[in-house]
């Protein structure tokens, strides 16, 4: 993984951050202006977003788009209650999503198959 300062170093416009929140707050806070922050734990979307980040690089959006986008609709509107609804509706269904075990400080995830996700998925082919 790139730390803030070598990607500024190696001039990079971002970095994509998977780690906890205070990592993330302290790169968000760090960062030069224009510089893009995202996440890329869908746990912490909307965390990344209130801390000032641009967004999240995303499994779950595959399968809950939607309800993401309205997620962040409902942020810029200044709707944070929607938003935090939405979010942790979504959160169970984005740890079903992935199993998984760091090692060597990378996260390994692995996809559950359709056939192995479970029963109350909800699935918006629009």
């Known amino acids: 993984m790139l730390t803030l ?4 170093v190696m001039n990079r416009i971002g ?20 510089f893009l922050v995202y ?6 979307s909307l965390t990344t977003l209130v801390l000032g980040g641009q967004g ?3 499994v779950a959006s595959h399968l809950f788009g939607n309800e993401m986008a309205t997620m962040r609709r ?5 709707d944070i209650t929607q938003a935090g609804q939405i979010q942790r509706r979504l959160m169970p269904k984005m ?9 060597s400080g990378a996260e390994r995830p692995t996809l559950v198959s359709r056939k192995h996700a479970p029963t109350n998925f909800t699935v918006n082919h629009q």
Do not use: F, M, Y
């Open 5 to 8: 300062i070598q990607a500024v």
């Open 15 to 34: 970095i994509k951050q998977c780690g906890s929140d205070e990592e993330l707050a302290a790169i968000v806070e760090k960062a030069p202006k224009d």
């Open 39 to 44: 996440t890329g734990e869908d746990a912490q």
């Open 56 to 58: 999240t690089i995303s």
């Open 74 to 78: 409902a942020l810029n509107h200044g």
């Open 95 to 103: 740890a079903a999503l992935l199993t998984g075990t760091r090692q």
